[in-house]
């Protein structure tokens, strides 16, 4: 049941990522780009998504179990400590040079993109890298605290 | 600030966006998990016991998405000019940036922000900043 809500939700993402301009980093950098030509499009992306996910947000919290009968992760570190800081600006930097995302960077190695490859293959170093230096959070949830 | 009219997009981008929301509300509702891409692919790179396949299933819906919407209608294959150089920094710090900071822009800008979550909103906004202002220096700075 998981994997086939986790299969949907994947065919989803990917098409919602295609149809709004993500999967393109020109889009993406357009966006970013506020002293040039500025293309807000990328905003409605985000209205779009939180308009919808507001709402189902809302419902989860006052459940305890998920459909398929889980238990509901909902995040639980509440500090915003140095990590969180530190993270989001790095993530930013490499976001402003390439113009990709975690999310779209997948969706075009499916595009068979090697550059894309290139991109995900340094991503998930980098991911290892930040496992391997330990930095974490002082307090972690119980599972998938991370978004 | 001059806007971009020639590629703007907003019906596209809004209908994307919907279906990114209808997405992660799915993911939520369907299985309790929050739909971050960073988060999703670190759990198969750090791998926890038992809670690896459905992050494998996901991964392998969006590398089906392309696929399948080309049934549909001609997907627009993307077009990505940055440099191997740049693309591998590009990567490396956007893989250790989402790590440490426990999300990026669909687990901290749409399920964080809709949970209305300080920390994401934090989040967020500090991304966006450091995106900003790297696009501003690589293309009205340095060049």
């Known amino acids: 049941m998981r994997n086939i809500i986790a299969l949907a939700v994947g065919l989803i993402f990917g098409a919602g990522l295609c149809l709004s301009g993500m999967t393109e980093p020109a889009k993406v950098l357009g966006f970013l780009d506020l002293a040039g030509l500025w293309d807000p499009s990328l905003a409605f992306v985000m209205g779009g998504a939180i308009a919808v996910a507001l709402v189902a947000f809302g419902l989860a919290k006052r459940r305890r179990f998920a459909l398929d009968g889980e238990a509901m992760q909902m995040p639980t570190a509440r500090a915003i400590d140095p990590l969180l800081v530190a993270g989001s600006l790095i993530f930013g930097i490499g976001w402003g040079l390439a113009g990709i995302c975690p999310g779209p960077a997948i969706v075009d190695v499916g595009f068979l993109n090697s550059r894309a490859l290139v991109f995900v293959v340094a991503m998930a170093v980098g991911m290892l890298a930040q496992r391997l230096v330990g930095l974490r959070l002082p307090a972690p949830g119980p599972i998938g605290q991370d978004a | ?143």
Do not use: N, Q, Y
Request: charged content about 10%; aromatic content about 8%; proline content about 5%.
């Open chain 2, 1 to 143: 600030m001059t806007l971009d009219w020639a590629h703007f997009t907003p019906w596209s981008s809004l209908g994307g966006g919907l279906l990114i929301g209808l997405a992660a509300s799915i993911l939520i509702l369907g299985a309790g998990r929050i739909m971050g891409a960073a988060g999703i692919v670190g759990g198969v790179v750090d791998p926890r016991p038992g809670d690896v396949g459905w992050r494998l299933w996901l991964i392998a819906g969006l590398l089906l998405a392309p696929t399948a919407l080309a049934l549909f209608s001609a997907a627009k294959a993307p077009l990505i000019e940055a440099s191997w150089p740049v693309l591998i920094i590009a990567g490396l710090l956007v893989g250790f940036g989402t790590r440490l900071g426990s999300g990026c822009t669909s687990g901290h800008g749409v399920c964080g922000v809709s949970r209305l979550s300080p920390r994401s909103i934090t989040a967020t906004g500090l991304f966006m900043l450091t995106g900003f202002a790297t696009v501003f220096l690589v293309r009205h700075v340095l060049s």
